[in-house]
């Protein structure tokens, strides 16, 4: 069964710094990942998504991660944090099968202090 | 244009009634869903449909029973409301497939008192 583990529940950095949200996924399978980002009180928003093709996957607003299958990692990573980016960040797995299931992380919150 | 969107956006009601939450897509997807979000944030899928077909029902109480009258529209109707029930509920939507990503709503906070 495929599941996601979000190493920290809990992440603060200042503005300007860089941002780092660890993933850890299991699939028995490639598998296609995501990270969607959620503002106080908001809707869910995709950030980027890897499905098998570049390892290192651009999203908005600056955001990137990296498919690194021997680690089973999907690390999200931003060079300078701004205090726009605080908000709640969700790793997703999809599941196989034809249709279509996420399974969520637990979430890291992001705070971003001036 | 709302791609996804549920109404209402927030719902306070007393235990033991009945409910409902809509839910209506204009990005012409074939699949919907319905996700809760638990007080501590976390995220599980509940159902989802396919072209009106329910294919997936996850040990959900039979208090919540969904509707898709047609393949933009997918509401939830809530039974015999508890206070365990109170959490957000985001109706999404995707293309048929795998590994497609979902365009979520932006939730509806149910409160049960």
């Known amino acids: 069964a495929q599941s996601v583990t979000q190493l920290d529940s809990h992440v603060s950095v200042s503005e300007g710094t860089p941002v780092l949200l660890r993933c850890n996924y299991s699939s028995s399978y490639s598998p296609s990942l995501f990270w969607y980002v959620q503002h106080p009180n908001k809707g869910l928003q995709l950030l980027l998504k890897?499905?098998?093709?570049?390892?290192l996957v651009k999203g908005i607003n600056g955001f990137e991660a990296e498919f690194k299958k021997s680690e089973t990692s999907f690390h999200l990573t931003k060079p300078s944090a701004h205090m726009s980016d605080a908000a709640e960040y969700f790793c997703v797995v999809s599941t196989s099968g034809g249709y279509n299931k996420l399974i969520f992380g637990a979430g890291t919150r992001l705070a971003v202090h001036p | 244009d709302t791609a996804v969107s549920q109404t209402p956006k927030y719902l306070v009601t007393q235990m033991g009634n009945d409910k409902s939450i809509k839910c209506e897509q204009n990005?012409?997807?074939?699949?919907m869903y319905w996700y809760k979000q638990d007080s501590k944030k976390f995220l599980k899928i509940m159902f989802s449909?396919?072209?009106?077909?329910?294919?997936i029902n996850e040990t959900v109480p039979n208090r919540f029973s969904p509707k898709s009258p047609d393949k933009a529209h997918l509401n939830l109707h809530i039974n015999s409301l508890e206070l365990g029930d109170s959490a957000v509920y985001f109706c999404?939507?995707?293309?048929?497939?795998?590994?497609?990503?979902?365009?979520f709503g932006q939730g509806t906070r149910l409160t049960v008192v």
């Open positions: 999404a939507s995707s293309q048929v497939g795998s590994h497609t990503e979902a365009f």
């Open positions: 449909y396919n072209n009106k077909e329910l294919i």
């Open positions: 890897y499905t098998s093709a570049a390892t």
């Open positions: 990005l012409g997807h074939d699949t």
